[in-house]
């Protein structure tokens, strides 16, 4: 079983960048049938999908999202990763990696990281 | 690439059956047989309980079933448990590996 953690800054200032990392742990992030996703969720509401690298590197990102959000992978360390920038309280939520299978779920989720936009 | 629909609130007593709705478009939830359901519980990571419409994820207890007709897709929880309080979110597949989910159903135990 897939296990997932997330890691980065917990507090962003408005227009910076949010960083997160996420570590994959029990099976190789270079799997051919997985894509790795950013999926995140406001304090009390519903979940939205940021995105989803393959281990290629080519990335999907929410249209929504897609002028200020990056993701990259990194085989040898098993992490992939989130920016996204700059930043405004409307981005303070809780953020979760997961891995999607073939695209169309989330079948692994992390435990999740807070991150809270404020100066 | 609008939020799926779902009703905000669904109940039912123990041992009782209820079906969340989860209503898109046909470029999403009636263009692809790829649905799926989630259970989260108040502080938890959610958990993947349905996916492509019907199937259920190993150790996931067979009082949940999925359906789908057009465009809206429906979880049934039957035989209603005290430990299936929780907020219940779909997805769906969108095309050009992207996913959309639903604003979410809260589910509560009478």
């Known amino acids: 079983q897939l296990q997932l953690q997330e890691s980065g800054a917990g507090l962003v200032k408005p227009s910076e960048t949010l960083s997160l990392t996420c570590t994959v742990s029990?099976?190789?992030?270079?799997?051919?049938?997985?894509?790795w996703a950013w999926i995140r969720q406001p304090p009390g509401k519903g979940l939205e999908w940021v995105g989803a690298i393959y281990y290629s590197g080519s990335t999907y990102y929410n249209p929504s999202l897609k002028s200020r959000v990056s993701m990259s992978i990194d085989p040898s360390k098993n992490q992939f990763s989130l920016t996204l920038s700059p930043v405004t309280a409307a981005d303070t939520a809780l953020y979760y990696c997961?891995?999607?299978?073939?695209?169309?779920?989330?079948?692994?989720w992390g435990q999740g990281a807070l991150v809270t936009v404020s100066s | 690439q609008s939020a799926l629909t779902q009703p905000p609130s669904a109940s039912g007593s123990p041992g009782q059956s209820v079906t969340i709705s989860c209503t898109g478009t046909?470029?999403?939830?009636?263009?692809?047989?790829?649905v799926s359901w989630y259970q989260q519980h108040p502080g938890k990571a959610p958990k993947l309980m349905i996916y492509?419409?019907?199937k259920r994820p190993s150790g996931v207890p067979d009082r949940f079933s999925g359906s789908k007709s057009g465009n809206t897709a429906s979880l049934t929880v039957s035989g209603l448990q005290p430990e299936d309080e929780a907020d219940y979110y779909c997805s769906s597949y969108a095309g050009g590996n992207s996913l959309v989910f639903g604003g979410g159903t809260k589910l509560t135990v009478l």
């Open positions: 046909t470029s999403d939830v009636g263009g692809y047989d790829y």
């Open positions: 029990g099976g190789s992030i270079s799997r051919n049938s997985d894509y």
């Open positions: 997961g891995s999607s299978h073939n695209g169309e779920r989330i079948d692994n």
């Open positions: 492509e419409v019907t």
